[in-house]
């Protein structure tokens, strides 16, 4: 399939870009090409469109919740293969990066537990993500079950119980 792919790239660009004709030597009307794919080195990609930088949006990467924003706290626990494998890490960066509050720590029963607190669609999100892990894990199964207890200020990553 690549090979194909490949194939057509190369057709596509030989007949947009002309090739070096050894029959003429002037070589101010023919460009040199030193790669065996064929790409001018004068071209370039068009300039970023520069916005704005708003400084609120630099230290958070999500507002926080407002006060119409159903909120959810949720308990859930992970089995499966799912300790010696950085899924504690994984849990802190994913859940830092939907604005979420918390924590996650190993279970002496080879089990992680966490806890989620945030908006509704925000914890749906991490859940579904806990169902899959990071890519050495392997997840047999996810509890979620409601959860009363005071998320914190950030997320964390707590010591084993």
């Known amino acids: ?23 003429h030597h002037n070589h101010n009307q023919i460009p040199q090409f030193s790669h065996s794919l ?15 930088l708003n400084m609120s949006s630099q230290s958070s990467p999500l507002p926080p919740p407002d006060s119409s924003t159903p909120i959810k706290t949720v308990k859930v626990e992970i089995k499966g293969r799912v300790q010696g494998v950085f899924y504690r890490d994984w849990t802190v960066q994913n859940a830092t990066e939907l604005g979420l509050k918390g924590w996650v720590r190993n279970r002496r029963d080879g089990s992680v537990e966490a806890l989620f607190y945030g908006s509704v669609d925000k914890v749906g999100e991490m859940q579904e993500r806990c169902r899959r892990g990071p890519p050495s894990a392997v997840v047999t199964g996810v509890n979620v079950s409601p959860c009363e207890e005071d998320p914190g200020a950030g997320f964390e990553r707590r010591p084993t119980v």
Not at 1 to 19: G, V
């Open 1 to 23: 399939m690549f090979s194909n792919i490949s194939t057509r790239l190369t057709t596509t660009l030989k007949s947009l870009i002309p090739l070096h004709n050894h029959h």
């Open 38 to 52: 064929l790409i001018p080195t004068n071209l370039h990609p068009p300039p970023l469109r520069s916005h704005p």
